[in-house]
């Protein structure tokens, strides 16, 4: 792989690959504005096939695919240092003639099927009463006061370093969350901490316009069953809802149980996307 380190060499990429294959055929949004933080970064890769050109991302634990090339058979020529994670969406149940081929190369290359991820979401209707004010069957500080914990805004790098770790000690690999190599300036980190300053839970949530989307919701094993993602949901809610947020979702596995309890709990309900996650194991 090699890297790219600035953004005319990655417009001139996309250019050369077009012009060889006379279009692209790519499961992301190739813009250069929305892959100029991951070449600031140094993370992001290319690599040339015969078919065209593979971009990656690398995630640390995986390199994530941003593929764009011509036709045929794709995906079978990689050589790897470490997995390699695909998402495919599949929007409100329909799946389009170029995702469904996708899938098909994906398989027959070896990528195999780890999880498919449901959305679920909650939507605030005119004349419903607002988040805080609804009834509750928690209070939130009663338990983050029965925990001995409090809340607090990630903005340290000590604070990251232990939500970092949280990520990658307690989520599966392909559950790592994208943004956990730096603090993003557009999300926030919610932290459950001990008076000494110890992450007990952690929550990562972010904006776009009235809709917000919440993911790695982590609770360390010493504080489970207290409630705490309870609370940091609940907190979610209500911090966005005074910032103008009247749609909240996330995406949680379809054998996730218990989150998918929690969340119906708290007044969320599926809503027909899914997305379906495929990973490569390092050879």
């Not at 050589?79 to 969406?89: Q, Y």
């Not at 232990?162 to 990520?167: F, G, I, K, P």
């Not at 979702?249 to 709990?265: E, G, R």
Request: one cysteine or more.
């Amino acid at each position: 792989m090699e890297q790219i380190k600035d953004i005319q060499q990655y417009k001139e990429l996309l250019r050369w690959n077009k012009s060889r294959f006379d279009g692209i055929q790519t499961n992301c949004i190739l813009l250069s504005s929305g892959m100029r933080p991951f070449i600031e970064e140094g993370r992001l890769y290319f690599e040339s096939y015969p078919e065209g050109i593979a971009l990656f991302i690398d995630e640390g634990r995986y390199f994530n695919l941003y593929y764009f090339w011509n036709q045929n058979a794709p995906f079978v020529f990689f050589h790897r240092s470490k997995p390699v994670l695909v998402e495919e969406v599949n929007n409100n149940g329909s799946r389009d003639a170029c995702l469904a081929e996708t899938e098909r190369k994906l398989v027959n290359a070896g990528f195999a099927l780890v999880r498919n991820n449901v959305q679920v979401e909650k939507q605030q209707k005119p004349g419903e009463l607002p988040v805080a004010d609804a009834p509750q069957p928690f209070r939130t500080e009663d338990i983050l006061a029965a925990a001995g914990l409090s809340l607090r805004i990630c903005r340290d790098e000590q604070s990251f370093r232990q939500v970092t770790a949280l990520w990658e000690r307690y989520l599966g690999s392909t559950d790592v969350p994208l943004d956990h190599f730096t603090m993003k300036s557009d999300a926030v980190i919610l932290n459950a901490v001990t008076a000494e300053g110890m992450v007990a839970a952690t929550q990562f949530w972010k904006n776009s316009g009235r809709s917000s989307e919440c993911r790695h919701t982590v609770t360390h094993p010493d504080y489970y069953r207290h409630g705490l993602a309870m609370a940091l949901i609940q907190a979610w809610l209500e911090t966005t809802e005074k910032q103008g947020v009247c749609r909240w979702f996330t995406w949680i596995s379809d054998k996730n149980s218990p989150s998918l309890a929690l969340f119906h709990k708290m007044g969320f309900r599926q809503n027909g996307r899914i997305s379906k996650q495929y990973i490569l194991e390092k050879e």
